[in-house]
């Protein structure tokens, strides 16, 4: 029952936190570029697609603490050290991952969407390509129609959100194949 469970463990892992992180280190450059056009469906598209997954996948991670925590019973290391500070770093990294990179994912994901919808109804309105505030399209403003900041610099605290929800699950994994004290030798 121990490699069962080890095995779902595992598949658990790969297939959930795998696209997790691929899809939220993606999200930081993606955000920036669709704020410096906004006008870009494709961009805005990508990133609605990236959050998606980051917060599907974000649900069906809840099976990897919960297969792990089936595998340590079953073999017996419940009170191990190795095993208390994986599930502790597992906690930070849920933690990081709701309260720090999915609601600025979803802010950055608003202001690009109410950025685009601006222009578009400025350039429809005023048929001069500029912002209401007469600026090129483009130009730097840092709040959008819906008081959202739509400043690049956001995207520099959430990829750095995202490295560290990253460097945790890479802790994680190595604490996993290392477990100190092992009878594997490695």
């Known amino acids: 029952m121990t490699k069962f469970f080890l095995v779902l463990h595992v598949l658990a892992a790969i297939v959930a936190v795998g696209p997790v992180t691929v899809a939220a280190s993606m999200f930081p450059p993606g955000a920036r570029r669709a704020l410096a056009d906004p006008g870009d469906q494709r961009a805005a598209e990508t990133l609605r697609l990236l959050h998606r997954i980051c917060r599907v ?14 595998t340590a019973m079953s ?5 191990d050290a190795w095993l208390i500070a994986s599930m502790a770093l597992t906690g930070i990294a849920a933690a990081v991952l709701l309260a720090l990179v999915l609601p600025r994912q979803e802010e950055l ?30 130009a730097t403003d840092t709040t959008t129609s819906t008081g959202v900041a ?24 190595i604490l996993m194949i290392v477990r100190p004290g092992s009878t594997t030798g490695a």
């Open 150 to 173: 739509a400043n690049p610099r956001a995207t520099v605290r959430l990829a750095m959100f995202t490295g560290i929800f990253n460097l945790l699950w890479a802790t994680v994994t």
């Open 109 to 138: 994901l608003e202001a690009v969407e109410s950025a685009a919808g601006a222009d578009a109804i400025t350039e429809v309105a005023t048929g001069t390509g500029t912002t209401g505030a007469g600026a090129p399209i483009g």
């Open 75 to 79: 073999m017996g290391v419940l009170g």
């Open 57 to 70: 996948y974000a649900g069906l991670g809840i099976a990897v603490p919960v297969l792990g925590l089936a």
